[in-house]
């Protein structure tokens, strides 16, 4: 808007925003301080905001307790591992859907988006019992499975999304110019769609890290990642807030920053590109 | 670009992404329909009782086959009717919450404010903690009627402690489960106000519009269809919510239906009444589908 | 060299019939508008001779060969995009290069192609530019750079100018005819501005809901129109069309008559009205006039008339240029 905004109407607005996304910021920026609190500290009454002895032990116990590195390094995996292997289907289907699109293409994009709407405890058990019986419980392998294919819808979406904003003249063009199929994808199509694979990466990156359904009931703690960590967590031992809470800032930290970066990505992936 | 040839690799390449997700889709639904018609448990002496070996399901003597039985006990098991409504509430309130929450808070943020990088980025974390981690932090630190925070400040105000999991526990299923979804709609409906177009804004001005009506009038329509998506969405995963009820142990009082299959299934080993279970929560999402869809789905490009 | 030919080519798109049945020879060397209306089926005859949509039925042949059923890279073809569909990742450079490329032409022979087409197109200093970087016109002749470059078989436009502002565009124009006399190359041409296709066509073919009305140089369908919608389309400002009295008059269901071949006369006319509105281009004045028992006519003055809005008028059209058209819409000769 061209004319200034009134200097108290800025304040106003400024005070009230800034109150409210503190309210709501407010609980994981309580976990963070915990964490560097001394047991004693973090149950005290009242409650010690900034003055108290701040102290990384919490993180060194969780860590030697709990081998924080190992659950993070299963959610490493499995975030990745289930993102390349849906890479390697999505992008020629949403290729294929975005540029040689039929009569049933959008019928079968709805499809897509149904089957995530599958209640996950409907398929549980048999998966959990073909996983049992196929040796994949506990399993990297099996997990990476059952996370690629329950995110590929919204990656295909997000893709399909991001290919359509390509415009076909460009690819007939090369067409035009002699390139064939493989090397219009390699050459043309795949360097326009960098940036909309890598937001696509990003997402769903953040969705395997916090999926926690799954994990928690198809892994023990071989292919354990964080979701299961924090939830060994969640009996109680007595005084164990402050660790609790460096455990959680350590589960949490990644994706708060990458979900910082990927927040475009995220309002196109989770409205399957109906706002951008 | 229409040609035969560019239709057929077009199929092929969409091939396996169908073939994939079909699979993924009919197995798991065939195989707990036909358990929900078994009397399969897993601590069952007989432990033939399953797929893997069909020629036992006929026996007389071991009585495999169930038929609707699973049914009947699942439905007419007082915790079904419970775990139903439960599923609805907290379907229903976090999207009245988000919703309602979200547009204000849309509203608040698309205003010019010092700072609003970092007002956004604080109201939007919360949609990015694992929901295990909320769950915990926020029945143990906020919530715990002795050490938690919100029970310091209610004492302080005279007000005592309230025991929120022992008293309240769907209300306090709902705080947890609503505080990781406003962020997600705020999101969504401030990015969709960001896009509102100028010249449209610059108008109503001329017009000496109002700000109520404009909102009412300009604003809200816009909105129309980002509501309805964030609306559609939720639905999908909030009717889904598990590890929140899961982590908090409240899964006796305010457990959902999957809370519910989860404690026939793996708690109770009864394999053939959680798959029963299983089969009534896909009926009840795409009953909840149909209506959205039904409802919203005009506002939809589809 | 650069002969095209069309016979019965049929587009059929689900239920819709696009294109009925085309037959058409296009000579080498030869300079062809496709014109018509919005929706006329002109783009996607074009797009049919490149390779970019099937036929439903019919045959396309380049140089007497058959090319149906050949991929556009088997055609010789090269297009030009109405919205340019420059590579955005690559150099200037690179996108010229492309096709070269893709045929497995050395290095060396790309480059010094790339130089000389660069050369042509004034396009010299900005080789190492993106597409982002460039203005309207200066993508427009990358465009037409990396067409030249592969020295095709013919060349095809399709609406090149539509996103240029206006100045530009008579720019272009004269460039692209520049660069046909240069090159010798057949040249098919898709717009609908019908100004375009005067100026610049050998011969125009004018496409109604896919259906090729008319083929002829510009004179010919300026002169003898076969058709109502030919002689509604070409000319501008339009011809005047009159039905009624008038027409039954001339032994025609509608007649017509071009602005500029009605004079105005002093005293009493064939026609006789008033002046409803004045239109001053400077050269020329286009008066509408209200005339009584006929409509609405408008009529070329010389810049230097006189008369007013409001002002009665006699106008006295030339018999010799009048045309007649049945109820159907064809002309009577």
């Given at each position: 808007m061209a004319r200034a905004v009134s200097s108290r109407r800025k304040w106003a607005f400024t005070i009230l925003a800034w109150t409210l996304a503190f309210l709501i910021f407010f609980p994981i920026l309580w976990t963070i301080l915990t964490s560097f609190k001394t047991e004693g500290d973090a149950a005290a009454i009242p409650p010690k905001f900034l003055f108290f002895d701040w102290t990384f032990e919490n993180y060194g116990v969780v860590q030697e307790r709990s081998n924080y590195f190992k659950f993070a390094m299963n959610s490493v995996i499995l975030a990745l591992g289930s993102t390349f292997f849906a890479l390697i289907i999505a992008i020629p289907s949403a290729w294929g859907m975005a540029f040689s699109p039929g009569k049933r293409t959008k019928d079968l994009l709805m499809w897509m988006l149904s089957t995530k709407m599958m209640p996950p405890v409907g398929a549980l058990i048999p998966i959990y019992l073909i996983f049992r019986d196929f040796g994949l419980l506990d399993t990297r392998g099996g997990l990476i499975a059952v996370l690629m294919l329950l995110n590929l819808p919204i990656i295909i979406w997000m893709l399909y999304t991001y290919f359509k904003e390509i415009p076909a003249e460009i690819l007939e063009a090369s067409r035009m110019d002699g390139a064939s199929v493989w090397k219009e994808l390699v050459y043309v199509l795949t360097p326009m769609a960098i940036p909309g694979i890598a937001s696509t990466i990003l997402l769903n990156v953040i969705l395997a890290w916090n999926e926690a359904f799954w994990t928690l009931a198809l892994t023990t703690k071989d292919a354990a990642p964080l979701p299961q960590f924090i939830a060994s967590y969640s009996s109680p031992e007595g005084l164990f807030w402050a660790k609790l809470s460096a455990a959680s800032t350590m589960a949490i930290a990644p994706i708060l920053v990458l979900g910082w970066f990927a927040q475009k990505q995220l309002v196109r992936g989770l409205t399957f590109g109906a706002v951008k | 670009m229409a040609t035969q040839q560019s239709r057929t690799l077009g199929r092929i390449a969409v091939a396996p992404s169908v073939i994939a997700l079909f699979l993924w889709m009919i197995v798991p639904l065939a195989m707990t329909i036909w358990f929900s018609l078994l009397r399969y448990n897993l601590l069952d002496p007989n432990p033939f009782c399953s797929i893997l070996s069909p020629a036992q399901l006929f026996d007389e003597a071991n009585r495999c086959l169930a038929g609707t039985t699973n049914y009947y006990y699942f439905l007419t098991d007082p915790a079904f009717f419970k775990a139903m409504t439960n599923s609805l509430l907290i379907v229903g309130s976090v999207l009245l919450i988000s919703v309602v929450g979200g547009t204000l808070f849309a509203l608040l943020l698309d205003q010019?404010?010092?700072g609003r990088n970092i007002v956004r980025l604080m109201v939007i974390a919360p949609f990015f903690v694992m929901p295990t981690v909320a769950a915990l932090v926020w029945q143990n630190m906020l919530m715990d009627p002795i050490i938690g925070f919100i029970s310091w400040i209610t004492k302080s105000l005279g007000m005592g402690a309230v025991d929120w999991f022992t008293h309240y526990p769907k209300t306090a299923v709902v705080i947890i489960v609503a505080w990781q979804w406003l962020p997600f709609a705020t999101l969504i409906l401030l990015t969709a106000l960001q896009s509102f177009d100028e010249e449209q804004k610059e108008a109503a001005q001329m017009d000496g519009t109002p700000p109520l009506s404009f909102f009412w009038y300009m604003i809200l329509p816009h909105l129309a269809r980002p509501i309805t998506v964030v609306v559609l969405i939720e639905t999908i995963f909030l009717l889904n919510v598990f590890a929140e009820i899961y982590v908090t142990g409240t899964g006796g009082r305010a457990g959902n239906l999957p809370y519910l299959v989860y404690q026939y299934g793996l708690l109770a080993n009864d394999i053939g009444g959680a798959s029963a279970g299983g089969i009534v929560a896909v009926v009840l999402a795409n009953i909840v589908a149909f209506f959205l869809m039904r409802m919203i789905g005009k506002n939809l490009e589809g | 060299m650069g002969t095209i030919s069309l016979k019965n080519v049929r587009k059929v798109f689900g239920d819709h019939v696009i294109i009925p049945g085309a037959d058409l020879d296009i000579k080498n060397g030869e300079f062809v508008v496709f014109v018509g209306p919005s929706g006329c089926g002109k783009s996607t005859l074009l797009r049919m001779i490149a390779g970019l949509e099937d036929l439903t039925s019919g045959a396309i042949a380049i140089d007497g060969k058959?090319?149906?059923?050949?991929?556009p890279s088997e055609r010789g073809l090269a297009m030009v995009f109405q919205s340019y569909a420059l590579y955005p990742h690559m150099s200037v450079r690179n996108n010229i290069a492309f096709g070269l490329k893709m045929a497995g032409v050395p290095k060396a022979e790309i480059d010094s192609k790339v130089a000389k087409a660069a050369a042509t197109l004034n396009l010299t200093d900005y080789l190492?530019?993106?597409?982002?970087?460039?203005s309207g016109g200066q993508r427009q002749r990358v465009a037409i750079g990396r067409a030249i470059v592969?020295?095709?078989?013919a060349f095809l436009f399709d609406e090149p100018l539509s996103n240029l502002d206006a100045a530009l565009r008579v720019n272009m124009r004269v460039f692209i005819m520049q660069l046909h006399k240069d090159l010798g190359a057949t040249m098919i041409y898709v717009t609908h501005d019908q100004v375009e296709a005067m100026t610049m066509a050998d011969r125009i073919v004018v496409l109604n809901k896919g259906v090729i009305e008319q083929v002829g140089s510009p004179l010919e369908l300026y002169n003898n129109p076969d058709s109502l919608f030919v002689a509604g389309f070409i000319g501008s400002p339009k011809m005047n069309f009159v039905t009624g009295p008038e027409a039954t008059k001339q032994k025609a269901h509608t007649i017509g008559i071009r602005p500029e071949h009605i004079d105005i006369i002093e005293g009493k006319g064939t026609w006789n009205g008033k002046i409803a509105l004045a239109e001053h281009l400077g050269a020329d004045s286009f008066l509408h006039v209200d005339a009584d028992g006929v409509g609405r006519l408008v009529v070329r003055a010389s810049g230097e008339f006189r008369g007013k809005e409001g002002g009665a008028i006699a106008l006295k059209p030339d018999m010799s240029r009048l045309h007649r058209f049945d109820e159907m819409g064809g002309v009577i000769r």
């Open positions: - | 010019a404010i010092i | 058959d090319v149906s059923q050949a991929a190492d530019r993106k597409p982002r970087q460039l592969r020295q095709p078989q």
